[in-house]
Nanobody, 116 residues
């Protein structure tokens, strides 16, 4: 079965950096469009960044210039480099793999906490 396993979440001070990783198994990683979402307590899950199978990226306005999404197909891994972290970045971060029309998979999430 398809599995997505995130790692890299931690407690960090404002202004610090973290790199999240998501390893995908059980499928052909390179054909999937990948994304990172986040969900803060009491809030809806929001899209943070996407990267297509071809490498095209998009970002939420709130993270542009601070976060970078990337992928290494030979490692079945997608990354989220997060710099200049702010307290409002505190959330559980989720990895998502999508292949239209019907393949949509999620990881279990990794906690990122940014202290002020």
């Amino acid at each position: 079965q398809v599995q997505l396993v995130e790692s890299g979440g931690d407690l960090v001070q404002a202004g610090g950096s973290l790199r999240l990783s998501c390893v995908v198994s059980g499928t052909i990683f390179s054909i999937y469009n990948m994304a990172w979402y986040r969900q803060a307590p009491g809030k809806l899950r929001e899209l943070v960044a996407t990267i297509t199978s071809g490498g095209t990226t998009t970002y939420a306005d709130s993270v542009k210039g601070r976060f970078t999404i990337s992928r290494v197909n030979t490692k079945n891994t997608v990354y989220l480099q997060m710099n200049d972290l702010k307290p409002e970045d505190t959330a559980v971060y989720y990895c998502n793999a999508v292949k239209q029309p019907s393949r949509d998979f999620w990881g279990q999430g990794t906690q990122v906490t940014v202290s002020s």
